[in-house]
């Protein structure tokens, strides 16, 4: 009588066997394809010229089927539009200046009329006003430098 562990060895085996015949006698359209004949590609005319244009469109395809497609054609129209992007960019940034310069402008007139109007008694707040204007011109100083 056999021992537990070569029954068990035994049913691998077999198991094996039966597993490795499955896969040989499975067929699967892969192996169709891997082994169906070539197309033969030659053109049927023979001009010199025709011939180059489609073994040009051969190699273009090709290319093209490489990877994520060109967004632009040439090297030239890549560095225009980007010149182009570069001058839209710096003239939105000049009109975003402008409105800032611009509403600052407003706010400092209306603060001016502001405080020609009223009489400021307290001199916390008349020392906090001048704090602000000598710190302003103290950063204008640095930057000039």
Same mark, same amino acid.
């Given at each position: 009588? &056999?021992?537990?562990? *070569?029954?068990? @060895?035994?049913?691998?085996? &077999?198991?094996?066997?039966?597993?490795?015949?499955?896969?040989?006698?499975?067929? /699967?359209?892969?192996?169709?394809?891997?082994?169906?004949?070539?197309?033969?590609?030659?053109?049927?005319?023979? +001009?010199? /010229?025709?011939?180059?244009?489609?073994?040009?469109?051969?190699?273009?395809?090709?290319? *093209?089927?490489?990877?994520?497609?060109?967004?632009?054609? /040439? &090297?030239?129209?890549?560095?225009?539009?980007?010149?182009?992007?570069?001058?839209? =960019?710096?003239?939105?940034?000049?009109?975003?200046?402008?409105?800032?310069?611009? @509403?600052?402008?407003?706010?400092?007139?209306?603060?001016?009329?502001?405080?020609?109007?009223?009489?400021?008694?307290?001199? @916390?707040?008349?020392?906090?006003?001048? +704090?602000?204007?000598?710190?302003?011109?103290?950063?204008? =100083?640095? +930057?000039?430098?």
């Amino acid at each position: 009588m &056999q021992t537990k562990n *070569e029954e068990k @060895q035994m049913r691998k085996r &077999q198991s094996k066997r039966q597993v490795l015949q499955l896969i040989e006698t499975q067929t /699967s359209n892969i192996d169709e394809i891997i082994h169906a004949p070539l197309i033969d590609q030659t053109p049927v005319c023979n +001009d010199p /010229s025709l011939v180059q244009t489609q073994v040009q469109k051969q190699e273009q395809q090709r290319v *093209e089927l490489r990877g994520r497609p060109k967004k632009y054609t /040439s &090297q030239e129209q890549a560095e225009c539009i980007a010149a182009e992007q570069r001058q839209h =960019a710096q003239q939105r940034y000049r009109i975003q200046r402008q409105n800032f310069r611009a @509403q600052t402008n407003d706010l400092q007139f209306l603060l001016i009329r502001r405080l020609q109007k009223i009489v400021i008694n307290n001199m @916390q707040d008349l020392l906090q006003i001048n +704090d602000i204007i000598e710190r302003k011109n103290t950063m204008q =100083a640095i +930057d000039f430098n």
